[in-house]
Every structure is written in C-alpha cells, then in structure tokens.
C-alpha cells in the first residue's frame, strides 16, 4: 500500500521561501513520476509540478516556473518542493502525488487522472 506524507507547510509572509518534503513508502519510489498538486479553498486541486522517475525531467505550471523547484532522492525515497517568492495566491493545502504506473512519459494535460496516490496534505498559507 502507497504512503506518503508530506511534510514542511508553515504560516509565512510574501516574498520568503518554503520547503515542502514528502516521504514515500510501499512503492518501488525509483520506477515512478512524483507530483505535487494544491487545493485552495473553494477551488479544484491544480496540478503545481511532476518530476520523472528518474529524476531527470520536471514539468511545472505556468504558476510555478521560476519560483518553484521540484527534486527528488530515490535513495531516500523523497521528493521535495522549494519554493521562492511566495504569493498569498500560493495559499493552499498542498499534496503529493504517486504515479500509477511504473515509468510513464509524464503528461501534464493528464497529470491528475495519472496520479493516482495521495498524502493527506500539508497545508501552506501566505500572508500579504
């Protein structure tokens, strides 16, 4: 059974940085794309960025280039979310996400449908 827990959300003001972790268990971490995805109230879950199984590539939102990193450790099965320059339109429960499937070409057209394993969310809030 796939566990994650994400970790690392936290009150903070405009303009400063967070770190966001994510442990995953019960899946061989290194054979799958990672993702993280947010919720704002009263709004969907958005897709924020994905990194390949192997590291290698990420794909990001237009909302996230240039302000957000995705990485990951397969040895320490972590993914991870840097984020810079927050906005208060950043404020959301973020969670991370576990491909279905073992080495899938991301696609982020169909990024939610494809991760189909979820952490319970940490929640992130900026302040003006």
């Known amino acids: 059974q796939v566990q994650l827990v994400e970790s690392g959300g936290g009150l903070v003001q405009a303009g400063t940085s967070l770190r966001l972790s994510c442990a995953a268990s019960?899946?061989?971490?290194?054979?799958?794309?990672m993702a993280w995805f947010r919720q704002a109230p009263g709004k969907e879950r958005a897709f924020v960025a994905a990194i390949n199984w192997s590291g290698g590539t990420a794909y990001y939102a237009d909302s996230a280039k240039g302000r957000f990193t995705i990485s990951r450790d397969n040895a320490k099965n972590m993914v991870y979310l840097q984020m810079n320059s927050l906005k208060p339109e950043d404020t959301a429960v973020y969670y991370c996400g576990a491909d279905s499937r073992a080495y899938r070409t991301i696609d982020v057209t169909r990024a939610e449908a494809a991760f189909g394993s979820w952490g319970q969310g940490t929640q992130v809030t900026v302040s003006s």
């Open positions: 019960g899946l061989a971490f290194s054979m799958y794309n």
